[in-house]
C-alpha cells in the first residue's frame, strides 16, 4: 500500500507564510509528477502547483509569485511554501503523487493525501 500523508496546515494571519510537506510511504517503487491542490468551502478543487521528477514546475496563474513547490526526492516528500497568505487561500489542501508500485509494473497509479487545513483570518 501507499500512503501520502500532509502537514504542516494551520491558522495564520494575513501576510504571514506556512510550509505543507506531504510524505509518500509504502510500497514505492518510482514517483513521477507530485501536486498540491486545494479545495475552499463551495467551490471546486483547484490545481495549485505541480512538479515532475525532474523538477519542472507548473503553478496555477493567480498563485505565482507567492507559492513555491518543491520536492526531496530522496524523502519522497514535496512541499509547498506559501508566502503573503491571504484569506481567499483558505482550503484545505492535499497532495497527489502518480506513483509506481514496482519494476514489472508499468502502470502509473495516482494517490492522495487526506488533506490538511490552512485557515488565513485575522
Known amino acids: 500500500q501507499v500512503q501520502l500523508v500532509e502537514s504542516g496546515g494551520g491558522l495564520v494571519r494575513p501576510g504571514e507564510s506556512l510550509r505543507l510537506s506531504c510524505a509518500a510511504s509504502?510500497?514505492?517503487?518510482?514517483?513521477?509528477?507530485m501536486a498540491w491542490y486545494r479545495q475552499a468551502p463551495g467551490k471546486q478543487r483547484e490545481l495549485v502547483a505541480r512538479?515532475?521528477?525532474?523538477?519542472?514546475?507548473n503553478y496555477a496563474d493567480s498563485l505565482k509569485g507567492r507559492f513555491t513547490i518543491s520536492r526531496d526526492n530522496a524523502k519522497n516528500t514535496v512541499y509547498l511554501q506559501m508566502n503573503s497568505l491571504k484569506p481567499e487561500d483558505t482550503a484545505v489542501y492535499c497532495c497527489?503523487?502518480?506513483?509506481?508500485?514496482?519494476?514489472?509494473?508499468?502502470?502509473?497509479?495516482?494517490?492522495w493525501g487526506q488533506g490538511t487545513q490552512v485557515t488565513v483570518s485575522s
Open positions: 497527489s503523487a502518480d506513483i509506481r508500485r514496482s519494476s514489472r509494473d508499468y502502470n502509473w497509479y495516482a494517490y
Open positions: 512538479i515532475t521528477s525532474g523538477g519542472t514546475t
Open positions: 509504502g510500497i514505492i517503487f518510482s514517483i513521477g509528477a
